[in-house]
């Protein structure tokens, strides 16, 4: 092992609008928070998602990858119907693609994550 996970980045145009967005996906909270960058997790001293602003941000498209996904979030649900208008609710689009076990929806910002069954 060379190291361990620290978290991911994600960049976007609203940090602060797409951290309350993930924060309810995935139940989490922030733990810490500047102008350009806020990071959600567990605790501070765990790993966790940071948001970061970025000028001229262009959303990822899917599914064609004229502007590539970059990333994309997998959160595993009981209840698809329960999951998607909970996420629709919080500013989450569907996206083509899917199947039996999962569905494509985009973030606030477009990027793209799967609600995946279990």
Same mark, same amino acid.
Not at 56 to 84: C, G, I, K, L, S
Not at 95 to 109: I, N, T
């Given at each position: 092992?060379?190291?361990?996970?620290?978290?991911?980045?994600?960049?976007?145009?609203?940090?602060?609008?797409?951290?309350?967005?993930? @924060?309810?996906?995935?139940?989490?909270?922030?733990? +810490?928070?500047?102008?350009?960058?806020?990071?959600?997790?567990?605790?501070?001293?765990?790993?966790?998602?940071?948001? +970061?602003?970025?000028?001229?941000?262009?959303?990822?498209?899917?599914?064609? @990858? #004229?502007?590539? +996904? +970059?990333?994309?979030?997998?959160?595993?649900? #009981?209840?698809? #119907?329960?999951? #998607?208008?909970?996420?629709?609710?919080?500013?989450?689009? %569907?996206?083509?693609?899917?199947?039996?076990?999962? %569905?494509?929806?985009?973030?606030?910002?477009?990027?793209?994550?799967?609600?995946?069954?279990?």
């Amino acid at each position: 092992m060379i190291g361990k996970w620290h978290g991911t980045i994600i960049d976007c145009p609203d940090p602060s609008a797409l951290a309350d967005f993930y @924060q309810e996906l995935l139940g989490m909270i922030r733990v +810490q928070e500047e102008d350009d960058w806020i990071v959600i997790g567990d605790a501070a001293d765990r790993p966790g998602v940071a948001f +970061q602003r970025v000028a001229d941000y262009r959303a990822p498209t899917w599914p064609d @990858q #004229e502007a590539p +996904q +970059q990333m994309h979030f997998d959160v595993r649900v #009981e209840d698809f #119907e329960t999951a #998607e208008a909970a996420v629709l609710a919080l500013g989450a689009r %569907r996206l083509e693609g899917g199947g039996e076990a999962f %569905r494509v929806y985009a973030d606030p910002a477009g990027h793209p994550f799967c609600l995946v069954l279990f």
